[in-house]
């Protein structure tokens, strides 16, 4: 069974700056993918960030590229750095941890932290 717990949502004013945190365990031994998807009211599930284990591979979505930076140690907790945070960035954040990135959905995920931007 794995455990993933995030940490690090608030509200903070369009510009300012947010560092989301996300620690998996339990038994994460074959999962190398680790990643944040974001949700909010009304709108569809997107994809955020996802990183390999090691960092060296990374993947944005375009409404972040450039704002946003995951990272990731070197046991099981990721971080997103966002910057320059939007009002359309308020949304439900959800960390995730799969096997694959390309599997990142079907993984197992947190229970999400809330990301609110006021213009």
């Known amino acids: 069974q794995v455990q993933v717990v995030e940490s690090g949502g608030g509200s903070v004013q369009a510009g300012g700056s947010l560092r989301l945190s996300c620690a998996a365990s339990?038994?994460?031994?074959?999962?190398?993918?680790m990643g944040w998807f974001r949700q909010a009211p009304g709108k569809e599930r997107e994809e955020v960030a996802h990183i390999y284990s090691g960092g060296s591979t990374t993947g944005y979505a375009d409404s972040v590229k450039g704002r946003f930076t995951i990272s990731r140690d070197d046991g099981n907790t990721v971080y997103l750095q966002m910057n320059s945070l939007k009002p359309e960035d308020t949304a439900k954040y959800y960390c995730?941890?799969?096997?694959?990135?390309?599997?990142?959905?079907?993984?197992?995920w947190g229970q999400g932290t809330q990301v609110t931007v006021s213009s």
């Open positions: 339990g038994y994460t031994y074959s999962y190398n993918c």
């Open positions: 995730a941890i799969s096997d694959t990135c390309a599997a990142l959905a079907l993984g197992y």
